[in-house]
């Protein structure tokens, strides 16, 4: 990893380290708009040649329903599965809120409720790992938030099947239909339909670049009337080490992000570390990263990654809000008292018993988060995501004679006479 002392750092310097490396927006999407445009125009013909191509996997057809034929899984494997279910689907529950009923002034009545997104669609990426938590991290929100129709999308294996575990997940959320197609032309299938392909209100859920392109091409189409969850990049963690911190701990944390693809990037935070136990950490970097199956991913990610050495906790905190990290480890002395000046994260790991993998798995909390800097304005996927608010007013006879001198002196204002005689016409009336 490459190491910069803060205290060093010009004010351009700084701020470039908190930049990501740069997307070719530009050309990603000039490869995926003639997907997207493929699809939309010849449906099923044109996912089953994408997969074909993209996936090399021949199909008669795309789309599987329930109820799901679920191949047997180990003990192990299940039992895990419906530990991480239950804790995701607790703590989800918990972020349902109450409806909203106030009187504003006598005779005005102001409420909010919620309902579900009647239909969506849930991106479960294949290609270099199995991911049957992401169809958890999707699926259980969008199954407690009472969606009518949950429609998964994720790549088939090589012999056209569907990965076990993510068909078991489907079946535990109630998933209503699993398409078997990946990249842009499995969302581009869920945002405009095909023949077979539902159609979704929105599509959640984490992917590569050409994944992303295509939700945000669909999101800024209107004739799809998409919505998506977030803009995502490249995976990544941010790392606050002091001098009480385990080094072999802190090298894991800085490891389990760096082996999600070449284009991870993990960043360590040495808070006030002598040489010594920088480079303590270092070398558990390297021995932990040699023993990984994934080693030839992490050589790739590493390079992209960095240490920065500052002075104190103010210091580091101050960065790390700058930065935005989509994931936020604090392995520092009274981990806990700092949680307060998070301002900007994905998800908090506090203290050196609490490893990003736990909130991957099955802490319960979701792990499909904003990337790239976006933690700035967005949040990771919960129960809300997969639900709309809708607001209603109720006026009697003495709150409209209450309230109508104010709403007839402001639509005067903004010179909208069919507003004011909305009032005007009932106050005659009265």
């Given at each position: 990893m490459r190491v910069y002392a803060d205290s060093e750092l010009t004010t351009v310097?700084?701020?470039?380290?908190?930049?990501?490396?740069?997307?070719d927006s530009e050309e990603i999407m000039r490869r995926v708009r003639p997907i997207v445009d493929a699809v939309r125009a010849n449906g099923d013909a044109a996912v089953l040649e994408f997969t074909a191509k993209f996936d090399r996997v021949k199909l008669d057809h795309t789309v599987i329903r329930a109820p799901f034929e679920v191949p047997a899984l180990s003990d192990?494997?299940?039992?895990?599965?419906?530990?991480?279910?239950?804790?995701?689907?607790?703590?989800?529950?918990?972020?349902?809120?109450?409806?909203t009923c106030i009187e504003t002034?006598?005779?005005?009545?102001?409420?909010?409720?919620?309902?579900?997104?009647?239909r969506v669609g849930l991106y479960v990426p294949g290609g270099?790992?199995?991911?049957?938590?992401?169809?958890?991290?999707?699926?259980?929100?969008?199954?407690?938030?009472?969606?009518?129709?949950?429609?998964?999308?994720?790549?088939?294996?090589?012999?056209?099947?569907?990965?076990?575990?993510?068909?078991?997940?489907?079946h535990k959320v109630g998933a209503t239909a699993i398409v078997k197609a990946g990249g842009a032309q499995a969302i581009a299938a869920m945002a405009y339909g095909t023949e077979t392909v539902p159609k979704v209100d929105k599509i959640c859920g984490p992917g590569n670049q050409y994944v992303t392109a295509a939700k945000m091409l669909a999101q800024n189409d209107t004739a799809a009337m998409v919505a998506i969850d977030m803009p995502a990049g490249p995976s990544e963690v941010l790392v606050v080490a002091?001098?009480?911190s385990i080094p072999a701990y802190v090298a894991s944390d800085l490891l389990s992000q760096a082996e999600h693809g070449p284009d991870s990037q993990v960043v360590l935070l040495a808070v006030d570390l002598t040489d010594e136990q920088l480079a303590a950490i270092e070398a558990q970097v390297h021995e932990q990263a040699s023993r990984l199956p994934r080693v030839d991913i992490v050589r790739q990610s590493i390079p992209k990654s960095y240490c920065l050495r500052?002075?104190?906790?103010?210091?580091?905190?101050?960065?790390s809000n700058a930065y935005g990290p989509e994931h936020l480890i604090l392995q520092n002395d009274r981990a806990s008292d700092y949680v307060a000046d998070v301002i900007n994260a994905g998800s908090v790991f506090v203290g050196p018993y609490s490893?990003?993998?736990?909130?991957?798995?099955a802490s319960g909390t979701n792990h499909t988060l904003p990337t790239y800097g976006f933690s700035k304005m967005y949040s990771g996927v919960n129960t809300g995501t997969f639900l709309k608010h809708i607001t209603s007013q109720e006026l009697t006879r003495e709150g409209l004679a209450n309230i109508a001198?104010?709403?007839?002196?402001?639509a005067e204002v903004e010179e909208l006479e069919a507003h004011r005689n909305a009032v005007a016409i009932r106050l005659r009336d009265m």
């Open positions: 310097e700084r701020d470039a380290l908190q930049q990501r490396p740069i997307i192990a494997v299940r039992a895990a599965i419906d530990q991480a279910y239950s804790n995701v689907h607790a703590f989800h529950t918990a972020q349902l809120g109450a409806d002034m006598p005779g005005v009545k102001c409420s909010r409720f919620s309902r579900a997104i009647e270099t790992a199995v991911l049957p938590s992401s169809a958890l991290m999707l699926g259980v929100p969008a199954q407690v938030a009472g969606c009518r129709e949950i429609v998964l999308a994720t790549p088939p294996r090589s012999d056209g099947s569907i990965v076990p575990e993510v068909l078991y997940v489907a002091d001098a009480t500052v002075a104190s906790m103010t210091d580091a905190m101050h960065f490893p990003e993998s736990c909130g991957d798995y001198q104010t709403v007839m002196t402001l």
